[in-house]
């Protein structure tokens, strides 16, 4: 015999399923202000010869996504929601939407004969 699952169970579901929606829109907000700020300045300013430039955005990004985990971590005690499911859902939109927020910004390739 299964069972019954209690309210509290359920709650505990709907906290985890609410705490990765809250993480996908924070780490998908990060990923489209970091494309906008550092990215697409980054490949209007630099010229493709200049690999340092790449480099030190590479580096702030990196360290963006840091803080931006971080941040999550150390506010898991004012959440309402489960701080986890939060935390993987931010990873994974900030995975996901960076290299598409610097494919549409990143110049077309233009060879010259």
């Known amino acids: 015999m299964i069972p019954e699952r209690t309210l509290q169970d359920r709650r ?3 906290e985890y399923v609410i705490g990765a929606i809250a993480g996908l ?3 998908g907000i990060v ?3 970091k494309g906008r700020f550092l990215w697409k300045r980054g490949f209007e ?5 200049q690999l340092g430039g790449v ?11 840091v803080v931006t985990l971080a941040v999550i971590f150390l506010t898991r ?4 929601f489960h701080w986890i499911a939060c935390l993987l859902g931010a990873a994974l939109a900030m995975s996901v939407l960076n ?3 610097i ?11």
Request: aromatic share 14%; no cysteine; net charge negative.
């Open 12 to 14: 505990e579901d709907v």
């Open 45 to 49: 300013s630099d010229t493709p010869e």
């Open 55 to 65: 480099m030190a955005r590479s580096a702030i990004s990196f360290f963006i996504n």
């Open 99 to 101: 290299p598409l927020f």
């Open 77 to 80: 005690d004012l959440v309402p």
């Open 103 to 113: 494919a549409r910004y990143k110049p077309k390739d233009v060879s010259k004969d």
């Open 25 to 27: 829109i924070f780490g």
């Open 31 to 33: 990923a489209f202000l």
